[in-house]
């Protein structure tokens, strides 16, 4: 079974452009989460999508967006990219509610994103 | 007040020793408890999970949980230098949040 898979895995911008990250859940899960880990840092929540709809965000600015289609896959966007964007973006996903109540996440590989 | 907390460390254990690492959390509702470990420049990989008070075992590791004190923590018996590595305590909220959150992570390193 294919697990999460994000793409790129690396990105490089320049400053004030637009990034976007994709990910592909584990097939049957229908949440999809969304984290920033900046160098040495820990995983700050972005955002979580489940069926489609945006169910919580983390506290980052407006510019960070994103969408999940009815594949369950998901799309984050930056926009107005800044220096301090740079980061590991991480993608996990899960099912909501599992059988026995089981909600495990599992991650992908992660993208690099550089901004200079 | 942090919603998930961890000792950010480094928590130092000789080869062969228990490794005892802690995680609070602030949500009184949160039902599902997970730790991940991350190795440097990779992302985080699922090693427990637990749902219900008391304790898990699974291999060398045991999770253990206490609702009560907001407290869940991991031990890691017979530590290996392959078990260095920064390790993610975390928690998904109660029903109306959901959302998945993170502790800062405990960096352990384990010396030969």
């Known amino acids: 079974e294919a697990g999460v898979t994000q793409s790129p895995t690396h990105l490089i911008k320049t400053r004030g452009q637009q990034a976007t990250l994709r990910c592909s859940p584990i097939?049957?899960?229908?949440?999809v989460y969304w984290y920033q880990q900046a160098l040495g840092l820990g995983l700050q929540f972005l955002l979580w999508?489940?069926?489609?709809?945006?169910?919580n965000r983390g506290n980052f600015p407006p510019r960070f967006s994103g969408r999940q289609f009815p594949n369950y896959s998901s799309e984050l966007n930056v926009n107005a990219l800044e220096l301090e964007d740079s980061a590991l973006y991480l993608c996990?996903?899960?099912?909501?509610?599992?059988?026995?109540?089981?909600?495990?996440?599992?991650f992908g590989q992660g993208t690099r994103l550089t901004v200079v | 007040q942090k919603e998930v907390e961890q000792n950010s460390g480094p928590l130092s254990v000789p080869e062969g020793a228990i490794a005892s690492l802690n995680c609070t959390y602030s949500?009184?509702?949160?039902?599902?408890f997970f730790w991940y470990r991350q190795y440097s420049g990779k992302s985080p990989e699922l090693i427990m999970f637990?749902?219900?008070?008391g304790d898990k075992e699974d291999g060398r590791f045991t999770a253990q949980l206490n609702k009560a004190s907001q407290y869940v923590s991991l031990l890691i018996r017979d530590s290996q230098p392959s078990d260095s590595a920064t390790y993610l305590c975390?928690?998904?909220?109660?029903?109306?949040?959901?959302?998945?959150?993170f502790g800062q992570g405990t960096t352990l390193q384990v010396k030969p």
């Open positions: 637990i749902y219900s008070n």
């Open positions: 949500d009184r509702g949160s039902q599902s």
């Open positions: 975390a928690v998904r909220g109660s029903s109306n949040t959901g959302k998945l959150i």
């Open positions: 996990a996903s899960s099912l909501l509610i599992g059988p026995g109540g089981r909600d495990e996440a599992f």
């Open positions: 097939s049957g899960h229908t949440s």
């Open positions: 999508y489940d069926e489609g709809e945006e169910r």
